[in-house]
């Protein structure tokens, strides 16, 4: 059938990029020269920024950061560090006087102090671990940050003595939590962050003030000194509560807790006012979602009174990080918004100043828009990482909205590389008519007159969001001749709570029609070559490329990265299992149907595409195993596969430059190799499936019908889900179900269900107008079931299949455009005379040159033509004035439809 999916007609932005006289293209080996910022810092008077230059090493594969600090208009730029070492952590005093940080440049992680006024500096930690985020007490005399502390592992046996000089294995491992172990981090060892001071005033005296079971994470002081403020896990709650977080203060004399806040849910990242009256935090009531903002709150210093800050009414936006104002009157806060990570200025009334949309992270290989640091100085400047679509972060400053770049870490870089713009487009999903955000990077050189093959790039997360930011990935691609094109799907960030909560239990799920409208948006623009589509995916979007390729036949190959194949298993072996357990209804032995039907490997007999698997042999966020389950079941299928495995990576396979090169040379090679080559079975089409466990429902729906309940008025919906559909079993007879059902009234599932005596009618139902949007609540001479469609991807013989009715083709159109011969009609009912014929509704209208109807409503769409009492009669579709039906036809003008209608299945006959 012909896809009816309508374009957003919106303005296409496009980044223009910087010309450059050299003509080089941008390479994996690239990622070794490339340069990035981190850590932007302004001190608390704005006069001074400091900021980290990070780099990789390609001698020893690993990665470095220097310190920088510069003036505030950006002159006097100082590297403070110049080698390989890892500079993190900076924090300025209050006074701005000093700035400590952290650094392994003697050769073990310590902290260090500079004075700003004569450059001095100074160690003064020496710890065995390695301490956490450093933060100046009010009177810049102490410095606070959490430590790991190694505890006694206790275990219910003890192993005998190992004989002296003999050899043996190492020592079993006993674990007895949950979570045990973290991808990047390894097998947890036995311990606790816990809570220390380190005395500047007094050469470095170290004092441990907590001892206990809690991680404590995010600090700050209590205004007099006498206290930290930390959040922590409830640990009475344990590994059962993912996100139940809670907010403590803790006594600097004892090392007592006092709970600040406390309810089921997040509470994070609290922030003491600078007059010492208020912490402001951020968090949600929990409700075991998958996704759900945070949103930002503001309680006493002593935990009472706390209530949630004052947004706009349409703000519904996650707050990713925010600070005080220096008069306490509002927050600086950054938030993902449609692609962009947004600073703006809050005020206590709810008033919302927008200052920067460039905020960017750290994350220079795939455009993600979910990090990115800013600080604010006491007059109201602020720093940030600076993103563009054509440069990694560099350092920003501004002050009110007006901004400005400071540095460019990459000008050598970028004088002798080519580099792709950034093109942005929506499109309305074939599903449900949701807009969906969209980019296209096309080659540097790029000639519209010239056709190019095109790779969709799918974001992990699945709660996460690309933007228009610089990545190497899609550079690289682009730089190899491919057009690269990426969306954010429902589930993405940045669109609002409910968008992102529309996959909630149901991942994947419409996602897939929102990635496929994008595609054939991008199908219908001349410079692509149709043979030549692929797909790519990491992590979450590498568990949507291995879903697509069994649903789709648009892909001509595929490359699987570190993928969820089987949520059955991956649900119990990843490292965070209690975060899993908020993406189902139920635990996996509970359900089972549930975890199976949401997993590629479930459809694996259906994938045709060459398909290309890579994980890191370390990843224990999405573990190799669930790409071996794959590779061995698309080889038991006899696709044509292969797995790449990166030894000692973490599922954050960049972490090292050779894993970056490691990661793209395999997917380019593996696109090349079946770039313009013929694949046995695979061809072009414009005909593809919805995501196997929306079709598998729909069926199910449809065979046990008489066990769905419908409320009072229900006529076409089958409850007020947007996402379930209705299923009528009608009779062909109309006149005979106005009388014996009395559908002048009301049409229900009570009055509808049994009967299925001649002609199925599927429907989808929309959740709120009805089928189409075009119902009404009676039924009435002038409100008639008019039509209906199979839901996207479920063709009228599967819902046949459903009830067991016997079926066969009859009609359709040749490749050589030969229609069958007249006659064909009146023959077909003379031998089926409780049989019908079907058509596409878009091809009749088109044929009987009718108003075009259906534009606004996805599916696949037919008309039924049926024989009572001599006459041909149609069930047809949105009766209108001048349209093509009344209701009776000669058989002429059957014929006259029926052999001008393309492209469609035109005759079916069934018995049950």
């Given at each position: 059938m012909k896809k009816c999916f309508k374009i957003l007609a919106l303005a296409v932005v496009l980044v223009f990029v910087e010309k450059s006289q050299a003509q080089e293209n941008i390479v994996p080996m690239d990622v070794f020269d490339l340069k990035h910022v981190t850590n932007v810092e302004i001190s608390p008077d704005g006069s001074k920024i400091a900021y980290l230059v990070n780099f990789k090493d390609i001698m020893t594969d690993k990665n470095h950061s220097n310190l920088w600090i510069m003036d505030k208009d950006g002159s006097n730029k100082q590297q403070i560090n110049n080698g390989n070492y890892n500079d993190t952590g900076l924090s300025w005093s209050n006074k701005g006087d000093r700035l400590a940080y952290k650094s392994n440049k003697d050769g073990k992680t310590k902290i260090y102090i500079r004075h700003i006024q004569n450059g001095k500096e100074i160690?003064?930690?020496?710890?065995?671990?390695?301490?956490?985020?450093?933060?100046?007490?009010?009177?810049?005399?102490?410095?606070?940050?959490?430590?790991?502390?190694?505890?006694?592992?206790?275990?219910?046996?003890?192993?005998?003595?190992?004989?002296?000089?003999?050899?043996?294995?190492?020592?079993?491992?006993?674990?007895?939590?949950?979570?045990?172990?973290?991808?990047?981090?390894?097998?947890?060892?036995?311990?606790?962050?816990?809570?220390?001071?380190?005395?500047?005033?007094?050469?470095?005296?170290?004092?441990?003030?907590?001892?206990?079971?809690?991680?404590?994470?995010?600090?700050?002081?209590?205004?007099?000194?006498?206290?930290?403020?930390?959040?922590?896990?409830?640990?009475?709650?344990?590994?059962?509560?993912?996100?139940?977080?809670?907010?403590?203060?803790?006594?600097?004399?004892?090392?007592?807790?006092?709970?600040?806040?406390?309810?089921?849910?997040?509470?994070?990242?609290?922030?003491?006012?600078?007059?010492?009256?208020?912490?402001?935090?951020?968090?949600?009531?929990?409700?075991?979602?998958?996704?759900?903002?945070?949103?930002?709150?503001?309680?006493?210093?002593?935990?009472?009174?706390?209530r949630k800050v004052k947004l706009p009414k349409d703000f519904d936006r996650g707050i990713v990080d925010f600070e005080w104002s220096s008069d306490d009157q509002g927050f600086y806060i950054s938030y993902v918004d449609v692609g962009n990570l947004q600073l703006s200025y809050l005020d206590m009334d709810g008033k919302l100043t927008k200052l920067s949309d460039k905020l960017g992270g750290s994350w220079v290989y795939r455009p993600y828009s979910t990090t990115g640091s800013f600080s604010v100085a006491n007059n109201g400047m602020y720093a940030f990482n600076h993103a563009s679509a054509v440069k990694p972060p560099e350092v920003g400053v501004g002050h009110k909205g007006e901004n400005k770049i400071l540095t460019n870490v990459n000008e050598a870089f970028?004088?002798?590389?080519?580099?792709?713009?950034?093109?942005?487009?929506?499109?309305?999903?074939?599903?449900?008519?949701?807009?969906?955000?969209?980019?296209?990077?096309?080659?540097?050189?790029?000639?519209?007159?010239?056709?190019?093959?095109?790779?969709?790039?799918?974001?992990?997360?699945?709660?996460?969001?690309?933007?228009?930011?610089?990545?190497?990935?899609?550079?690289?691609?682009?730089?190899?001749?491919?057009?690269?094109?990426?969306?954010?799907?429902?589930?993405?960030?940045?669109?609002?709570?409910?968008?992102?909560?529309?996959?909630?239990?149901?991942?994947?799920?419409?996602?897939?029609?929102?990635?496929?409208?994008?595609?054939?948006?991008?199908?219908?623009?001349?410079?692509?070559?149709?043979?030549?589509?692929?797909?790519?995916?990491?992590?979450?979007?590498?568990?949507?490329?291995?879903?697509?390729?069994?649903?789709?036949?648009?892909?001509?190959?595929?490359?699987?990265?570190?993928?969820?194949?089987?949520?059955?298993?991956?649900?119990?072996?990843?490292?965070?299992?209690?975060?899993?357990?908020?993406?189902?209804?139920?635990?996996?032995?509970?359900?089972?149907?549930?975890?199976?039907?949401?997993?590629?490997?479930s459809y694996v007999d259906k994938v045709k595409a060459p398909t290309l698997l890579l994980t890191g042999e370390k990843d224990y966020r999405t573990p190799i195993a669930e790409t071996e389950q794959h590779y061995a079941a698309l080889k038991l299928q006899g696709v044509e596969t292969a797995m790449v495995r990166i030894p000692n990576a973490s599922h954050g396979i960049d972490a090292k430059g050779s894993g970056t090169v490691g990661r793209l040379t395999p997917i380019l090679a593996w696109f090349e190799k079946y770039k313009d080559k013929t694949v046995q079975d695979f061809a072009y089409s414009e005909k593809e499936e919805l995501p196997g466990d929306t079709r598998e429902e729909k069926l199910k729906h449809v065979s046990q019908i008489d066990k769905l309940s419908a409320t009072k008025n229900d006529y076409a919906r089958c409850s007020a889900s947007a996402s379930l559909n209705a299923f009528l079993i009608m009779d062909g007879d109309w006149g005979k179900m106005n009388k014996k059902f009395g559908l002048s009234k009301e049409l229900t599932f009570e009055n509808v269900h049994k009967l299925q005596d001649t002609i199925v009618i599927v429907a989808e139902s929309d959740g709120e107008d009805g089928i189409y949007g075009s119902f009404k609540p009676k039924w009435d001479k002038k409100s008639r079931l008019a039509g209906w469609r199979t839901p996207e991807g479920v063709e009228l013989p599967d819902v046949l299949k459903a009830f067991n009715f016997e079926y066969e083709p009859l009609f359709g159109p040749t490749k050589e455009k030969e229609y069958h011969k007249k006659g064909a009609v009146e023959a077909f009912f003379d031998e089926n005379p409780s049989g019908a014929i079907l058509m596409g509704v878009h091809e009749v209208m088109n044929a009987y040159k009718s108003e075009p109807i259906g534009e606004n409503a996805p599916g696949n769409h037919y008309i039924m033509c049926y024989k009572r009492d001599g006459e041909y009669r149609f069930i047809d579709t949105w009766r209108k004035p001048g349209s093509y039906s009344n209701g009776v036809f000669t058989k002429e003008e059957v014929e006259n439809m029926l052999f001008?209608?393309?492209?469609?299945?035109?005759?079916?006959?069934?018995?049950q």
């Open positions: 160690s003064i930690s020496d710890t065995k671990e390695s301490p956490g985020t450093l933060v100046w007490s009010p009177d810049d005399k102490k410095l606070a940050f959490e430590m790991f502390v190694p505890e006694p592992l206790e275990k219910f046996y003890e192993l005998p003595q190992k004989p002296d000089s003999v050899q043996w294995n190492a020592p079993p491992v006993y674990i007895d939590k949950l979570p045990y172990r973290q991808d990047g981090a390894g097998y947890y060892k036995s311990g606790h962050k816990q809570l220390f001071v380190l005395n500047v005033a007094e050469n470095g005296t170290l004092k441990q003030v907590t001892s206990n079971d809690f991680n404590h994470n995010k600090l700050g002081w209590s205004p007099d000194g006498k206290a930290l403020i930390s959040y922590s896990l409830i640990r009475e709650a344990g590994y059962k509560e993912h996100k139940n977080t809670d907010i403590y203060s803790v006594a600097l004399k004892d090392g007592k807790l006092t709970t600040l806040t406390d309810r089921f849910g997040a509470d994070e990242n609290p922030k003491v006012s600078n007059n010492g009256k208020w912490i402001a935090y951020t968090g949600y009531d929990g409700q075991k979602m998958s996704f759900q903002n945070d949103h930002l709150y503001v309680m006493d210093i002593d935990g009472k009174n706390p970028f004088k002798k590389k080519k580099v792709a713009g950034v093109e942005e487009f929506w499109v309305k999903t074939r599903h449900d008519q949701l807009p969906i955000q969209c980019w296209v990077v096309k080659p540097a050189d790029f000639d519209p007159k010239k056709q190019y093959p095109m790779i969709l790039q799918i974001h992990g997360g699945p709660h996460a969001s690309y933007g228009p930011f610089f990545a190497l990935d899609f550079q690289t691609y682009a730089a190899a001749g491919y057009v690269v094109l990426y969306i954010n799907p429902r589930g993405s960030t940045g669109y609002g709570e409910k968008f992102t909560q529309k996959i909630n239990h149901a991942f994947p799920s419409h996602d897939y029609d929102d990635l496929m409208t994008g595609v054939s948006h991008m199908l219908d623009q001349p410079y692509i070559d149709k043979a030549n589509v692929f797909v790519n995916g990491e992590s979450g979007g590498g568990l949507l490329a291995a879903w697509i390729t069994s649903k789709s036949g648009w892909f001509r190959a595929a490359a699987v990265i570190k993928p969820v194949i089987n949520w059955f298993t991956f649900a119990l072996y990843a490292d965070n299992v209690p975060r899993y357990s908020f993406w189902f209804p139920e635990h996996p032995w509970e359900n089972p149907e549930h975890y199976l039907k949401r997993s590629p490997i001008k209608t393309e492209n469609m299945l035109v005759g079916l006959t069934f018995k």
